[in-house]
C-alpha cells in the first residue's frame, strides 16, 4: 500500500470531518478546521492518502519560537488502521521537527487510550506528565507525553 502524504486543504475539510466523527467522541467541526487552516499560522495539518483517498490526518503547532512541535490532531479512518498510516504521520511530524532543529514534540492523549500511548512509546515518547479533566466531553484526564531531539547536535 502506498500512502501519499499532502498538505491539508479546505477542500479536504469533507473527508476530513467524517474521519474526525468516526474517530472523536467530541469532534473538531468545519469552523474550527477552517480557522485553522485560514488564520493560524503556527500550525501545519498534512493529510494521508490511499489511491487518492484521505484516510487519515495529523495536525501540528510550533511552538516556543519552533523549539517545540505540538501534535493537535491525528487520526485515521477505522478500515485503514493498523496498516501503519497513524505511525507514518507521525514519524512525518518528527522528522520535519527534527529537519527545523525543534527540541522536543509533544502531544496528549487520553489516559485510557492504552492502544495510542503503547505507539507512541514505540516512537520514543515519555510520559511527561498528566492533566486532569482536559476532554471536555467526559472530564477525562490527559496524559502528556514527549519525545526529546537533536540531543547529539
Not at 58 to 64: A, E, L, M, P, S
Not at 87 to 92: D, N
Not at 114 to 124: M, N
Request: proline fraction near 1%; include cysteine; charged fraction near 30%.
Amino acid at each position: 500500500m502506498k500512502i501519499y502524504l499532502d498538505i491539508m486543504k479546505e477542500d479536504d475539510l469533507g473527508c476530513v470531518l467524517k474521519i474526525e466523527k468516526e474517530c472523536f467522541s467530541n469532534p473538531w467541526n468545519v469552523k474550527f478546521f477552517r480557522e485553522e487552516l485560514r488564520h493560524n499560522t503556527f500550525a501545519m495539518y498534512l493529510t494521508a492518502k490511499v489511491d487518492k483517498m484521505i484516510v487519515g490526518y495529523v495536525g501540528c503547532w510550533f511552538k516556543n519560537h519552533d523549539k517545540e512541535i505540538h501534535i493537535v490532531n491525528l487520526a485515521v479512518k477505522s478500515l485503514y488502521r493498523k496498516k501503519g498510516i497513524g505511525t507514518y504521520l507521525i514519524k512525518e511530524i518528527i522528522d520535519m521537527a527534527q529537519n527545523l532543529k525543534a527540541d522536543y514534540v509533544t502531544l496528549e492523549v487520553r489516559v485510557t487510550n492504552e492502544k495510542a500511548i503503547k505507539l507512541y512509546k514505540e516512537l520514543g515518547f515519555y510520559e511527561a506528565g498528566l492533566t486532569p479533566d482536559y476532554y471536555l466531553d467526559n472530564k477525562e484526564d490527559a496524559l502528556l507525553m514527549k519525545k526529546e531531539l537533536n540531543k547529539n547536535d
